[in-house]
Each structure stands twice: as C-alpha cells, then as structure tokens.
T-cell receptor, first 110, second 113 residues
Framework: DAKTTQPNSMESNEEEPVHLPCNHS???????IHWYRQLPSQGPEYVIH???SNVNNRMASLAIAEDRKSSTLILHRATLRDAAVYYC???????????FGKGTRLSVIA | NAGVMQNPRHLVRRRGQEARLRCSPM?????VYWYRQLPEEGLKFMVY????????ESGMPKERFSAEFPKEGPSILRIQQVVRGDSAAYFC???????????FGQGTRLTVV
C-alpha cells in the first residue's frame, strides 16, 4: 500500500490560514488523495479529495503537486473548531477501504 | 437524510459476554466499513462489507470477531467473549461506492469490566 507522511503536530493562530503538508512519494496513478479530520470525541469527517487538479470546497482547498508526490490541505481561516487530527490518505479507485495513519494534530490558538 | 447511525453509543459488558454493535448506513449507501480506535491511538481498519458480502476483512481479529451486512437491516459487528483489551471506540462508515467519500457515525464506546 502507498504510504503518506505527515508532521505529528502543527499550531496555528485563529483566523490565519493553515497549510497542512502530506508527502506520498510512492503514489500510484490510480490513487486518489483523501483528507479526513477527527475532532475530539467524534467520528472522522470527510474534508476533501482529489486526483491531479487542485480542488476547492466549502471546508478547504487541496493543492496537489504536479508530480503528485505531495499535497497540501489549506484551511483559509482557522477557527477554534478546526482543532482536530487531520489525516491524509491515499485510496485506490477500486473497492478499497480508507487506511488511516497517525495524522497531524492541529492546535488553534485564540 | 440522516447520517450514519450507530447504536448503542455506549456499551458496557462484563468479560466473557457478547457485544453487538449496530450501524445503519446513510440512505442509498451499500458499502460499510468498521474501524476500532483504542484510547489515545489511531483508527484501525477492521472490515469492509458490501450488502451481504465481505470485501476485505484483513483488519479483523481471527477469533471472536465477526461482521455482517444483511440485505435488510443494519450492519452488525459482533464480539464474542469480550476481554478488557476490546475496550475501545468502534466507528462505522458508509459510502455510496467503493471509492467515493465515506461518512462516519459517532461511534460506539465499548467498555469491558
């Protein structure tokens, strides 16, 4: 299985942008890049996913490197409610489950 | 459209008893996934089911654990003869297909005493 590498933790000030990096140097051509987050005491929550092009939705933006070996999840304006563990996951286009790594624990400071 | 519903939210069992965890997927979703999260640890994949079929059970312990997703009704994760080490949060997720985004329930927190 292709693996991802994320920093263990990051810190951000409230109302500032946050860039969460993810390295996936062994990504294959059929792997989608998924991001999920898990708030304290809750189930994981889908954030965004993409294949090659940058993606935007109401929660975040996903910037994918041209060689697809890395990506960045961008929260445009962090709020206290964005404090969570963020997971970058590669998922094949076939019937495969999401496999979670350790993720990045994001702390947001008021 | 209700989200993924898991029940019970909290379950206490004595050692040796059986635990049955239920998961109702989102309407229209036929793919269900079960995960376990030990305290202060990450999410570990257990099993992936699609209506009446087990697609991937590579993360499921070989003994005492079983899962089903019948044609009608919720998916069930069954743990027989529970031990203290089974105490964890169990999350269920569902998706429309095998590669679309998955939606998670709030989890069942199992405590074995």
């Amino acid at each position: 299985d292709a693996k991802t590498t994320q920093p263990n933790s990051m810190e951000s000030n409230e109302e500032e942008p946050v860039h969460l990096p993810c390295n996936h140097s062994t990504i294959s051509g059929t792997d989608y890049i998924h991001w999920y987050r898990q708030l304290p005491s809750q189930g994981p929550e889908y954030v965004i996913h993409g294949l090659t092009s940058n993606v935007n939705n109401r929660m975040a933006s996903l910037a994918i490197a041209e060689d697809r070996k890395s990506s960045t999840l961008i929260l445009h304006r962090a709020t206290l409610r964005d404090a969570a563990v963020y997971y970058c996951i590669l998922r094949d286009s076939g019937n495969t489950p999401l496999v979670f790594g350790k993720g990045t624990r994001l702390s947001v400071i008021a | 459209n209700a989200g993924v519903m898991q029940n019970p939210r909290h379950l206490v069992r004595r050692r040796g008893q059986e635990a049955r965890l239920r998961c109702s997927p989102m309407k229209g979703h036929s793919h269900v996934y079960w995960y376990r999260q030990l305290p202060e640890e990450g999410l570990k994949f257990m099993v992936y089911l699609q209506k009446e079929n087990i697609i991937d059970e590579s993360g499921m312990p070989k003994e005492r654990f079983s899962a089903e997703f019948p044609k009608e009704g919720p998916s069930i994760l069954r743990i027989q003869q529970v031990v203290r080490g089974d105490s964890a949060a169990y999350f269920c997720a569902s998706s429309f297909s095998g590669y679309t985004e998955a939606f998670f329930g709030q989890g069942t927190r199992l405590t074995v005493v």
